[in-house]
């Protein structure tokens, strides 16, 4: 069992950086695929980012490329989204999740185990 808990959330303005962190509890965290998922308001759940245990380069949605960064902190357990240059498009609840696999998976179903999910919202 691996327990998941997301912070870093809020409400910023269009320009702004965040820094989302989901520290992982319960089971060996190296040995788990990490990633971030995003939710708004009446859209279906959308990928974001995900890191592989084994090494593999971390894979990043078109839509935040460039502008995100997931990484992460083995000694702590906790991974990273770093977030800059917020958009509007941007606001939604983010979703931190783990799964055994050791490639960045960009599948849903491919994790088992999920935060309770943070709000960041991106004002005009």
């Known amino acids: 069992q691996v327990q998941l808990v997301e912070s870093g959330g809020g409400s910023v303005q269009t320009g702004a950086s965040l820094r989302l962190s989901c520290e992982a509890s319960g089971r060996t965290f190296r040995d788990y695929g990490m990633g971030w998922f995003r939710q708004a308001p009446g859209k279906e759940r959308e990928f974001v980012a995900a890191d592989g245990w084994s090494g593999v380069n971390a894979d990043l949605a078109d839509s935040v490329r460039g502008r995100f960064r997931i990484y992460r902190d083995k000694v702590k357990s906790v991974v990273y989204l770093q977030m800059d240059s917020l958009k509007p498009d941007d606001t939604a609840v983010y979703y931190c999740?783990?799964?055994?696999?050791?490639?960045?998976?960009?599948?849903?179903?491919?994790?088992?185990?999920w935060g309770q999910g943070i709000q960041v919202t991106v004002s005009s």
């Open positions: 999740a783990a799964g055994r696999h050791s490639w960045p998976s960009r599948r849903h179903d491919e994790y088992d185990y």
